[in-house]
């Protein structure tokens, strides 16, 4: 969608259906399948474990802001302002609809709730996918201090890394395990951001090359696919795992997904037709499809299951999920245009243009031209 700054990107647009529909296939797959189930053939892991499209977001999310900001100072007050308008109606929204279901069938009370919601700001709990945008927040807490360093030292995003994947190691030897730490909250994800803004910095290097990209999202396809036998998310061998695969699974999707997202972005003249409009819409409705989709699955499945045919293989889960995935494009279309878009045009530009250096060295030889000798 257009930032405040005017800047719309179709590509990334793409991206995010992308990953909305992985996020989207995971949830409604395993409602017919179990989570132990492991499909035989390699890409379907990477929808079978289809939470690694919160991944996707994450990197995406270091990569725009990376985009957006090259050569630029922000107003942080104003960044910060635009940020809650994006996220926090829709938000609010959802949070309010699942208390509302929850106190209604017993399982809590409104205060006992809204209590807990109130947690949500600074823990991972909020409901329905809204624990990643508690972690989003905390990437925009630190991202002046990210800028900062990036400014000051090409490496200084490399060593953050580092230092992330070594914090994570200590983690696990201290407490036994890492995999809510690494999933849930920016101990892990903060490598995704950072990979993202790292891609961005090398996107001339990464324009075109297709054999490369290819060949790593085809390895990343089959290491997924090896998470998955193992046990994947939950049996590895339970849920929170205990094995090391957590130290480094935020940093090995961060890395593939800043490749593909650098790669797409910059290698190719995206098209403004038809197909490539309505993809990008899906991913302008993405947040909808993301915070909501909770409330339909169940829904959904026993219209298809009704009118089409039942559930009895992967490969139908999946093309059911396709479907139910285009169901769920209109009631995030009218999210969008009555939840998020009022508050959307509240924003306020952030951004402050800095003076090339180079414009900077000729107006220094310009004064000291002038100088009396």
């Keep these: 969608m257009k930032s405040s700054a005017g ?3 179709i590509g990334l647009d793409h991206l995010r259906a992308i990953a909305a529909f992985m996020v989207f296939s995971f949830h409604f797959i395993h409602i017919p399948f179990p989570f132990s189930y492991d499909p035989t053939f390699i890409p379907f892991s990477l929808v079978n474990e289809g939470h690694t499209g919160v991944a996707l977001f994450m990197t995406l999310s270091g990569y725009l ?10 107003k942080y007050g104003s960044f910060l302002w635009n940020r809650f308008l994006r996220l926090a109606p829709l938000l609010f929204f959802m949070v309010t609809m699942e208390g509302m279901y929850e106190c209604l069938h017993g399982t809590t009370t409104p205060v006992r709730y809204f209590l807990e919601m109130l947690k949500g700001v600074v823990m991972p709990i909020l409901p329905n996918g809204g624990w990643s ?8 807490l630190v991202l002046p201090i990210l800028l900062y360093l990036s400014r000051k030292s090409k490496y200084s ?16 030897e201290e407490v036994g395990h890492i995999q809510s730490l690494a999933y849930l909250t920016i101990v892990g994800r903060i490598d995704q951001f950072l990979l993202g803004m790292i891609a961005f910095q090398l996107r001339d290097y990464i324009q075109g090359r297709h054999f490369l990209v290819l060949s ?26 205990n094995r090391l695969v957590w130290v480094y699974l935020p940093t090995i999707e961060g890395l593939v ?3 593909i997202i650098a790669w797409y972005d910059n290698s190719f003249v995206h098209s403004h037709g038809r197909v490539s409009r309505f993809v990008a819409l899906i991913g302008t409705y993405s947040y909808s499809i ?23 293989s992967m490969p139908i889960a999946f093309c ?12 995030a279309a009218l999210s969008f245009r009555f939840i998020e878009s009022p508050f959307l045009k509240l924003r306020t530009r952030y951004l402050i243009d800095e003076p090339a250096e180079s414009t900077l060295e000729m107006k220094a030889a310009e004064e000291t031209e002038t100088l009396p000798t």
């Design 7 to 9: 800047k719309y990107y």
């Design 65 to 74: 802001f990376a985009k957006l900001l090259d050569g630029k100072r922000i």
């Design 133 to 140: 945008i508690t972690v989003e927040f905390h990437f925009y």
């Design 157 to 172: 995003l490399y060593l953050t890394v580092c230092c992330a994947i070594l914090l994570r190691l200590i983690l696990r």
């Design 216 to 241: 790593g999202f085809t390895a990343f396809a089959i290491f997924y696919w090896y998470f998955d036998k193992a046990g994947g998310f939950f049996h590895n061998p339970s849920y929170p795992s």
């Design 257 to 259: 997904y800043a490749l």
């Design 290 to 312: 993301y915070l909501l989709h909770m409330f339909f699955l169940k829904l959904i499945l026993l219209f298809l299951e009704r009118y089409i045919m039942p559930v009895s």
């Design 320 to 331: 059911f999920s396709v479907l139910g995935f285009l169901i769920m494009v209109p009631v």
